[in-house]
């Protein structure tokens, strides 16, 4: 016996990233899978399918999926590769059910069980398959890259024959993964950084990587380690704080994003019209629409003499170490369900509980309950 699992191709504009990678094919292995891969899957990060070893490659993705038993993917596959997959298959990929209530009902249709790698809970034993997590450190180690390569001066400080120059200074808003990454990396680079976050209690986190971090005497700790949102007397005593701090700044990112909501606003119009001239904001929540008003998400704007940023999909732009980062993501979730060639689905486990989103034709996560009524 063996666990048949397909690996599927990613279609969706600018999806470089791959749920497979050959570091992990022999892992998946031993688990007891029989290896079946989309023809290509791997190309848009340089690997050939001769790079597989022990993998079976399929060029029609439906009769890839049709014999399937575990379906993996990085992006929510389309709905003709759900409708292929057999009743009561399981389907792992990120799937953010708010954004994709036809989906939703489609897997419910189908009955297939699909966990949704944005819903690993944050727990200690959870860490090695946090996907979001995984991909956020990714994403605020380029973001630092980013806005020095639109910056028309250095991070570092440097001293030339002719003086000194430097260093940058650096404000990284919002403490989560993505936040201190960037805050270690413009460290590293030489930058004078400043942190800020809504939870106090990041300000030890931000120190620690050598950060300042900006006091603004707002507490707004939320549920499952993301900030709730502000009250308006709460933004109006933080803004300004912050203004000061923003309109110093030679380079600022922002990282305040809530999965399948919109991005809060941390930074205003008027904010941005009192900033430095050649000062430069890279915002990596334009997936939900941006951290600062003047945010066109996928596009790179001049208001006035600043220049902002907004990047889509940012841990694809490095997709081949976000590539390997996923699929051990993916492989440490498997780990707990598939053992011996077989999968069996322990629903008393923390983990697989409450990653699982569709299971036997019900949903399984109450905030996705509207969205797919609605479909």
């Known amino acids: 016996m063996y666990v048949n699992v397909a690996i599927l191709k990613e279609t969706q504009p600018h999806e470089r990233r791959v749920a497979l990678v050959p570091s ?7 688990l007891g899978a029989k290896l079946h891969m989309q023809s290509g899957a791997g190309l848009a990060i340089h690997l050939t399918d001769a790079a597989f070893k022990d993998v079976t490659f399929v060029e029609n993705r439906k009769a890839l999926v049709g014999d399937a038993d575990l379906v993996l993917a ?3 596959p389309a709905l003709d590769v759900i409708d292929a997959m057999k009743e009561g298959a399981i389907l792992i990929s990120f799937v953010y059910a708010n954004k ?3 989906l939703v009902q489609r897997l419910l249709d189908r009955k297939i069980t699909c966990f949704a790698m944005e819903r690993i809970p944050r727990i200690t034993r959870a860490q090695s398959m946090d996907a979001l997590s995984s991909q956020s450190a990714l994403s605020g180690y380029y973001a630092v890259q980013l806005g020095a390569t639109h910056l028309a001066r250095i991070l570092p400080k440097i001293t030339t ?6 260093p940058a200074k650096v404000l990284v808003m919002g403490l989560g993964v993505a936040g201190l990454e960037a805050i ?3 460290q590293r680079l030489g930058a004078v950084v400043e942190g800020y976050d809504v939870r106090p209690e990041t300000e030890e986190q931000a120190l620690s990587l050598g950060a300042t971090f900006v006091q603004t005497g707002v507490d707004a700790r939320g549920k499952g380690g993301y900030a709730r949102e502000l009250t308006a007397e709460e933004k109006t005593k933080v803004a300004a704080v912050l203004t000061q701090h923003i309109q110093q700044a030679d380079l600022i990112i922002t990282t305040a994003a809530i999965p399948g909501r919109p991005s809060p606003k941390l930074i205003s119009k008027a904010q941005v019209a009192g900033m430095k001239a050649g000062a430069v904001i890279v915002d990596l929540s334009a997936e939900g629409g941006g951290n600062c008003e003047d945010t066109e998400p996928g596009e790179t704007v001049r208001i006035g003499q600043v220049t902002i940023v907004a990047p889509l999909n940012v841990p694809s732009l490095l997709g081949e170490d976000a590539s390997t980062l996923y699929a051990k993501n993916q492989f440490n979730l498997i780990a707990l369900m598939m053992k011996d060639n077989i ?3 322990d629903w008393n486990d923390e983990i697989l509980a409450k990653t699982a989103l569709t299971h036997a034709g019900k949903l399984q996560a109450d905030e996705a309950k509207p969205s797919a009524k609605a479909a």
């Open 24 to 30: 992990v094919t022999a892992k998946l292995i031993k």
């Open 74 to 76: 990085v992006q929510p």
């Open 100 to 102: 994709e209530p036809v």
């Open 161 to 166: 024959a002719a003086g000194a120059i430097g």
């Open 184 to 186: 270690a990396t413009a």
């Open 343 to 345: 999968i069996t689905i």
